[in-house]
Structures are given as structure tokens and as C-alpha cells.
């Protein structure tokens, strides 16, 4: 019997993460002050899914959210279930929707 070459990480019976679903929020609620299209921090704008795509990516959105030391958004960490939904969101492929 042949094995697929990817195995789906998600149990069965579980929704997977999607941007449109379950990130967008996190992200407009969260880092839309600093990372809007007006005046980018670090020139980093997140105002939609490609750029936050790549970001997590290539980029070190996911690191720095999960920073204690210099946690993004600046005003401290996200509560956990959002981080541990866009680790979902990274594990379940960075799927749009």
C-alpha cells in the first residue's frame, strides 16, 4: 500500500485553521496600529492574507509573537489561544480559507 507523502497533522474531526476563519482577527485587532499601509513599523504591513502569509513564512511574525522578551504587539504577548491558533494556522499549511 503506498504512503502519502505528506501526512495531515490535523486528528480527524478537527477543523483546520484558516486565515479568513481564524487568523484575519488576530492580526486587524492586534497588529493593524502599527503595520497598516499609513506609516508601516519596520516597513511591515499585514493588512492582508499574502502579506501575512509571508511574514510567518519568511519573515519572524511567528517568533516575535511568541517573544516574552520583545513581544509583538509591543503592549505584550497575545493571549495564548490566539497564539496557539496561528501555530495551528502554520501547521495546518497557511491556509487561506
Given at each position: 500500500?503506498p504512503?502519502?507523502d505528506?501526512?495531515?497533522?490535523t486528528?480527524p474531526?478537527?477543523?483546520?485553521?484558516?486565515?479568513?476563519?481564524?487568523?484575519?482577527?488576530?492580526?486587524?485587532n492586534?497588529c493593524?496600529t502599527?503595520h497598516?499601509?499609513?506609516?508601516?513599523?519596520?516597513g511591515?504591513?499585514?493588512?492582508?492574507y499574502?502579506?501575512?502569509k509571508?511574514?510567518?513564512?519568511n519573515?519572524?511574525?511567528i517568533?516575535?509573537?511568541?517573544?516574552?522578551?520583545?513581544p509583538?504587539p509591543?503592549?505584550g504577548?497575545?493571549?495564548q489561544?490566539?497564539l496557539?491558533?496561528?501555530?495551528?494556522?502554520?501547521?495546518?499549511?497557511?491556509?487561506?480559507?
Open positions: 500500500m504512503v502519502p505528506t501526512v495531515d497533522p486528528p474531526g478537527e477543523a483546520k485553521v484558516t486565515y479568513e476563519k481564524d487568523v484575519k482577527d488576530i492580526i486587524f492586534n493593524l502599527c497598516s499601509t499609513v506609516n508601516p513599523r519596520a511591515l504591513i499585514l493588512v492582508n499574502n502579506q501575512v509571508n511574514s510567518a513564512q519573515g519572524n511574525l517568533a516575535r509573537m511568541n517573544d516574552a522578551a520583545n509583538m509591543p503592549n504577548k497575545l493571549v489561544s490566539s496557539t491558533l496561528i501555530d495551528k494556522w502554520k501547521a495546518d499549511g497557511f491556509l487561506e480559507n
